[in-house]
């Protein structure tokens, strides 16, 4: 089950590092990875490892829990919005949602 979201979690090590001065030159290169992979795991388009979260947390100078705790947080959030919007809907839609959303969550891995 993986409940990180990745754009999140992005956004919060773009703004922490410009916050403690970094470019993405300077953090990429303490972390033995890319400038062009550290934009994209700012942008949320790709995954890192374990090693690379923990590097970057130690040079920012945050814990692992304060880049993740946003990222968490937020995915709940999409879940009770979806809740709400499930709640909403008559017998009949709400069945149509539900199954909507099974179909969606068997196919995610080919989007």
């Known amino acids: 089950m993986n409940n990180i979201n990745y754009v999140n ?5 773009k703004s922490t590092r410009k916050e403690r001065g970094y470019t993405q030159e300077k ?11 550290l934009g994209h795991i700012e942008r949320g388009t790709r995954k890192l490892s374990l090693d ?3 590097c970057i947390a130690t040079v920012l100078n945050v814990s692992i829990d304060y880049l993740l705790i946003d990222s968490a947080n937020k995915s709940d959030n999409f879940l009770e919005q979806m ?5 909403s809907l008559n017998p009949s839609a709400y069945n149509s ?15």
């Open 27 to 37: 953090l990429a290169e303490i972390c033995d990875i890319s400038t062009g992979f």
């Open 97 to 111: 949602f539900r199954k909507t959303v099974k179909i969606l969550a068997e196919h995610i891995d080919e989007m």
């Open 9 to 13: 979690l992005g956004e919060k090590i």
């Open 52 to 54: 690379t979260l923990f």
């Open 83 to 87: 809740d709400s919007v499930a709640r």
